[in-house]
């Protein structure tokens, strides 16, 4: 009878422990996106996307605000975790990529941040290479 | 002719001295609205951009509400779609001119007066500030600290949270102009 209210106790413990625990991580961790593993909304070209955003910002914010997004283009300009396509596309990789050169054509993968029309750029983050 | 030749050559190389635009994309904005003894409520932004134009001191800044970067995932969900609703309202922009701006005195580190109008959340409003700058090696270092409401902004902190996150956020900008 003891043994049986000792386990039933330890058993209550260990069940809030695992609760609190997950609840701890969720709110600290959860909710993160992992692009490499989502599914790609759009492929496009460079100067496809960008005359969209030039077209219709209000449109074209609306479809690709947020968005997994594969682009197209030529790398224009690339320093550490900054990579330009284009002169007009913006890509901020998690991991600085080794293996791409400056005038090389690559396929980036990143999540649409938004189009900046003080500089006439479109920004993208979590970026990393899909193909080159 | 050739007299017109010259005036033309030098109205053009007056232009490109004088003319300067100092511009960076990866300017810094830091905020905070954390409260004592709760968790920090604090983001960063390293891809702002800007323009300076040292002929008359005409500023102008953006920043990307989606490029906002929270420790907690959650928090940058929520700031995101609840109080920024950056789908709707995804940039942040100033637009303003530094009063008594003088480009020849940029060489030590002095306060200038900063007027124009600061966009946030759909929301315009005049605001009047100080701003520093500096000129080191080529280089435009500019530095501000600004505090604004958020219901200035319409942005609407629910009660449930109101005791987690100050009404008064404190903004941190610094910015290193480059010619491009």
């Known amino acids: 009878m003891n043994k049986k209210i000792i386990l039933i106790i330890l058993i209550i413990v260990v069940a809030i422990g695992v609760i609190a625990f997950g609840s ?47 682009i197209k283009g030529k790398i224009t300009a690339l320093k550490g975790k900054e990579v330009i396509l284009d002169g007009t596309v913006i890509c901020s990789f998690n991991n600085q990529d080794l293996s791409i050169k400056k005038d090389q054509i690559v396929t980036v993968k990143g999540r649409v941040v938004g189009y900046d029309d003080l500089m006439g750029e479109l920004k993208l983050d979590q970026c990393f290479i899909i193909k080159n | ?66 490029a906002f970067k929270f420790k907690i995932p959650l928090m940058e969900e929520h700031f995101n779609e609840n109080y ?35 966009t946030i959340h759909g929301v315009t409003k005049k605001i009047k500030t100080k701003i520093s700058l500096i000129s080191k090696e080529g280089k435009v270092y500019v ?33 290193i102009l480059d010619e491009k």
């Open chain 2, 143 to 175: 530095s501000n600290n600004l505090i604004v409401k958020a219901q200035d902004f319409n942005i609407k902190i629910p009660s449930v949270v109101k005791s987690k996150v100050a009404e008064d956020v404190s903004i941190n900008l610094d910015l």
């Open chain 2, 1 to 66: 002719m050739k007299r017109l030749t010259f005036l033309i050559v030098f109205i053009f190389l007056g232009n490109m001295l004088f003319a300067q635009k100092m511009m960076t994309r990866t300017g810094q904005i830091k905020f905070e609205a954390s409260v004592p003894s709760f968790d920090p409520v604090a983001a960063v932004n390293n891809s702002v951009s800007a323009i300076l134009d040292e002929s008359n001191g005409e500023i102008a800044v953006l920043a990307l509400v989606k």
């Open chain 1, 24 to 70: 701890y991580n969720y709110i600290m961790h959860g909710g993160a996106r992992n692009l490499t593993t989502e599914k790609t909304n759009f492929t496009v070209s460079s100067a496809f996307i960008t005359s969209e955003f030039l077209g219709d910002i209000e449109a074209a914010n609306k479809k690709y605000l947020e968005k997994a997004v594969a």
């Open chain 2, 84 to 118: 920024m609703e950056s789908s709707q309202y995804p940039k942040a922009t100033f637009k303003g001119r530094i009063t008594n701006f003088d480009a020849s005195k940029l060489s030590s580190s002095q306060k200038y007066d900063l007027e124009g109008d600061l």
